[in-house]
């Protein structure tokens, strides 16, 4: 399986890989260390908490170079009157009579309960490529769908930057 991320979301990726691997592992080996000292391991709180941890950490680093390396870099520019990845749109849901905004991102940066859509989502899939004043079909399942009118977008990352939190 391939992910598809942006040089961005690589980057950042590399940073953590990198903040994880110098400073926090180090870290994480000298508390294991001191738990250690305590004593009797059999019934040390410290050091079964210090273990966690590390292994937390170990795992993370695993992930993040598994990600890394089966990375597909995929671009994140778009037309400047289309919806493209990382811009914020507004949406005008008619069923509800209600205006939400979105913003389409990668898998990896999905977080439906802050308006991170994934691009592999209905709604992700249905918004890309569109413009201001288009009526979208989001087909949720066989049975459900609902419309929706872009309001605006607002492009985003436009200096290089994306104003998301990391991974």
């Not at 926090?24 to 000292?37: D, N, Q, W």
């Amino acid at each position: 399986m391939h992910n598809e991320l942006t040089k961005q979301d690589l980057e950042l990726m590399r940073q953590e890989l990198q903040e994880r691997r110098v400073n926090l592992r180090p870290k994480l080996l000298e508390a294991v260390k001191e738990a250690r000292a305590f004593g009797d391991l059999s019934e040390n709180f410290e050091y079964k908490a210090a273990k966690q941890e590390k292994n937390r950490n170990e795992s993370r680093i695993r992930y993040l170079e598994r990600m890394i390396k089966t990375a597909v870099v995929i671009s994140d520019q778009s037309s400047s009157d289309a919806v493209g990845l990382y811009d914020k749109v507004t949406c005008y849901l008619e069923e509800d009579d209600e205006t939400e905004v979105y913003q389409v991102v990668t898998t990896m940066r999905q977080d439906a309960l802050h308006g991170l859509v994934s691009r592999e989502a209905p709604l992700g899939k249905a918004l890309l490529g569109k413009k201001v004043g288009e009526r979208v079909h989001i087909q949720v399942n066989e049975q459900y769908g609902y419309d929706i009118i872009i309001r605006s977008i607002e492009k985003m990352g436009d200096d290089g930057s994306i104003p998301l939190s990391s991974f």
